[in-house]
């Protein structure tokens, strides 16, 4: 019966696309630049709201996470830089965990790679300016 509907309105369905929780704000801006922003669904208390989406929630941090605003997210991926102390253990179960470094040069380039694969940027480098 959908399927009749979409036809007669000359749609198709389209896949969702990947909604991400960024816990931190390294994460958020580089999805930004990525021009991935409106693939969030959350994000930290620190990370800045990107401009074409100021109403963007907050849930936590990555070391105090607040656990019961992620889970009434529905399905959502959490992106984390992997600092000391984050609750890795408490966040696993709320969905996929993609635990991106950010402490060196090598881990920024491999984790940006890392995001533009996620968000269907496979060449991430176009999205910055040089």
Known sequence: MIALLLLACGSTPQPPQPRFVSLSPALTETLIALDAADQLAARSDWCPAPPAHPELITVGTSLTP?????????????????????????????????????????????????????????????????
Do not use: K, M, N, Q
């Open 66 to 130: 607040d656990l019961e605003r992620i889970a009434g997210l529905g399905p959502v991926t959490l992106l984390v830089d992997g600092s000391a102390g984050a609750a890795l253990d408490l966040l696993r179960p709320l969905g996929p965990l993609e635990v991106l470094p950010w402490l060196t040069t090598d881990d920024v380039v491999a984790s940006t790679r890392r995001l533009g694969a996620l968000t269907g940027r496979d060449d991430p480098s176009a999205h910055f300016e040089r």
